[in-house]
Structures are given as structure tokens and as C-alpha cells.
């Protein structure tokens, strides 16, 4: 009896201390998962404090300068979102040159263009080819339009008459978490294979703030990783307005979490259209 109720008490050590092992792990995790977290965070407010009170100039000298913190090295490069046209910023005429680009005729992308501008703009006025809410009504039995900002992308398929087949072709290319930038032309190489324009040929929209000073009223895109001692890794995203003040050179528009993804090419068909176009 005593010998089984010495070997039953060692199992249950046994198991104890396996718990004890397994929650202290489990706390280590959590640990080290927070310190990541306030890594990011910690160098996203540098990051963003650097550029809106002028102690650098752009991202690209922001991301030549190193940073650690908590034993975590940091990085900033300008966000993907950065590198995209932001359908709540872009102009009709940068828009249009995009949709033409991918196919559509010259009236049609203007057109589009135009509805776009009327969907998020809180007037009813219409502009020339375009739509507000007595033409939704007449169409869609009553259905209003937005009559402000987009909440995704995925809303452009709401604004009335825009073709699905260039929605799937566009998508990869659009955001709503951009900067004040026109797109990278790189970007659209990566996508469709060329580029509709060339960053400083670009209609009615700024130069992205990766080669120029951040200014007051200028929103800015960037993308903080914070890698640490065993592999442990974490990405954010902050978009955020400067402001320009001293006590508050700046304000976040939004924060989240860089997923680790890849660029996505548009479907073949839209590679192929926009090189026939371009003969």
C-alpha cells in the first residue's frame, strides 16, 4: 500500500509540475507577446512623432535610421496601403486615367470616375456624367447613395453602373488607408505588368511622403516591425494626420495590425487587356 501510494503521488508531482511548466511557458508567451506589441506601438509613435515635428525629412531617412527598443530591433518603411491609390483622396481625372487603363473606353472612364466623386461627396449636386440621389432612386428602387467617404473598397461595386469585371481588375490597386500619394509605379509593374503613370505624371494627386517632407494637414502610411530574440516578430500600421502643434504634432487616423502578405497580382485577363492597350 505504501509503495502504490508512493508511485500515485509521484504521478501527480509528476503532472504538477508538467502544469506548472506549461503555464509557465504559456505566461512567457504572453510576455514576450506584449513586449512585441509595446515594441511596435512604441516605435510607431516615434516614427510618427519624428515626421510630423520635422526631425526627419521623409520615410526613406526615417528607415536608414536604426531603433531598438525593449531589446527589439525596429524598422519603418512606408506602408503597402502607402504605395495604392486611395479611392477617398484620388481626383476624377487620376481615377479615369486608372479605369482606361484597364479597358475601359475614355467616356466610360470618366463617367465612372465622376459617380465615384458624387458617391462620397455629402452634396446632391450632379456632376457632368455622374450620379447622385435621384438617379440611385430611379435605378435601384429607392436605394441611397453614400453621399460620403468609402468604409472599403469593396463598396466601389455600390456606385451605380461600375462593372464588376473591373472591380476584380482594380481591387488590388485601391485602398482607403492611404497617404496623400498617387501610387507607386512599381506597384502597378508588380500588379498588371505597367504602369498607367509614372509618379510624377500623375493627375491632381501629391508625391507619396516616402520622398518628400511630411507638412501639416498631410496624412502618412507607414509600417512599424519590431523583430526580437527568437524569431518573434510583430508588424503594425499607422496611418495618422500631422498636425503640426507642438504638444500635438500629430493624431491617428487608424492603427492595425500589417498582415504578412503579398503583393496580389491582378487575374491574367486584366494583365493582358491593359497590354493590349498598350500595344
Known sequence: MVLWTSILLSMLLVGALATVRGEARSARARADSLKADASARSGLDLAAWRLATGEVQTIDELADMPITLNGYEVSVAPSLDSRK??????????????FEFLGEEPASAQKLAARIADWRDRDDLVRPNG????????ARNGEAIGNRYFHGVAE???VLGFPSELY???RPALTIM???????????QTIYGAAPFANNETPGVRLSTSGRAAR?????????TADGPNGRKKSITGLFRVIGGRQQPFEYIAVYTALERPLTPAPDECRQEQSDNNG
Open 131 to 138: 450620379a447622385e440621389r435621384s438617379d440611385y432612386a430611379a
Open 85 to 98: 491609390i486611395d479611392i477617398n483622396l484620388a481626383d476624377e481625372r487620376t481615377l479615369a486615367v486608372l
Open 216 to 224: 501639416a494637414g498631410s496624412r502618412v502610411s507607414v509600417t512599424v
Open 156 to 158: 466601389l461595386k455600390t
Open 178 to 188: 492611404g497617404d496623400d500619394g498617387a501610387g507607386d509605379p512599381l506597384l502597378f
Open 168 to 170: 476584380d481588375c482594380v
